[in-house]
């Protein structure tokens, strides 16, 4: 009949070779803290801290770049690590990052300012490797700190790192030395260094360059120490305490001299280097 031409069916057949129409990638992202799923664009405004428990989520370094400084000129964008130990398959772990990132390595460098002054950054890149540290990172920060005494500037590094860099092997292992010797010379010239631990901040870092700001600050949450707590808990058979390794736990035990927001990171940086400075 006439009318069931025009009668919606009950049920719609779809066949499995149909096109799906997907949601676009990057639209939300599940916090690690509470599990909310959030969206990406809100989120970013709010400098990837979750809205809803206040977890910190990890940035990229221009991400953190943008959110803390107010003008930033990079230093040797162009220094990349090479295979000298012909370990197996590291150019394309190499490439594949550099290709993820957009970056030649796992740390930017360079000299900013921020709410009116100058100094030197390194800002390292969890999402490079895990921000393992090998030889180009130890170079360029061993760099911006030649130039923060050349410039008579403070210096302040944001660390992240799961460890030295096992491709580079010993190569890796010696930048906990060198850049602990750079930053000896920047002492001596009784110039400021602040270093930020963020999450996860481990290994080779962890015991050298990042331990020895004269102020040393970690966002909230950040996990932090020298081995992992899986790592200790096999070696000395038995389990950590509650919350051991987190930014609270370090600061508890004066390891660290303070926590601070992210969203409150850039004025704190801004009032150390006043006061270090002789301003109010």
């Known amino acids: 009949m006439l009318k069931d031409l025009f009668r919606k069916p009950k049920y719609v057949t779809v066949s499995p070779t149909a096109p799906k129409k997907d949601m676009p990638d990057g639209l939300w992202v599940k916090c690690s803290g509470c599990g909310e799923i959030l969206y990406n664009k809100e989120l970013t405004k709010n400098l990837k801290v979750c809205q809803k428990c206040g977890t910190h989520l990890r940035m990229t370094a221009r991400e953190r770049i943008e959110a803390t400084l107010d003008d930033f000129v990079e230093y040797d964008a ?30 930017l460098t ?10 030197v950054v390194g800002v390292m890149d969890s999402y490079f490797m895990m921000g393992s540290m090998g030889a180009v990172i130890g170079e360029k920060i061993t760099r911006a700190v030649e130039r923060a005494i050349a410039k008579k500037l403070p210096l302040i590094l944001f ?25 000896a010379r920047l002492s001596a010239a009784g110039l400021l260094y602040i270093s930020v631990l963020t999450d996860p901040t481990f290994g080779g870092v962890t015991a050298s360059f990042a331990s020895l700001g004269d102020i ?3 966002e909230p949450g950040a996990l932090i120490g020298f081995a992992g707590p899986r790592v200790l808990q096999q070696t000395m058979h038995q389990e950590l305490p509650p ?18 927001e992210r969203g409150q990171m850039k004025s704190m940086l801004a009032k150390l280097m006043r006061l270090h400075q002789g301003g109010c």
């Open 216 to 218: 040393v600050i970690a």
């Open 243 to 260: 919350g051991a390794q987190t930014a609270k736990f370090n600061l508890e035990h004066g390891i660290i001299d303070m926590v601070v």
């Open 159 to 183: 660390a992240t790192s799961g460890g030295a860099r096992m491709q580079e092997g010993t190569l890796a292992l010696m930048q906990m030395a060198k850049t602990s010797a750079a930053l």
């Open 78 to 107: 162009d220094l990349s690590s090479v295979n000298t130990l012909n370990f197996p398959d590291y150019e394309d772990k190499l490439a594949k990052a550099q290709a993820a990132t957009g970056l030649q390595e796992g740390i």
């Open 110 to 119: 360079g000299e900013g300012i921020i709410n009116g002054l100058s100094l």
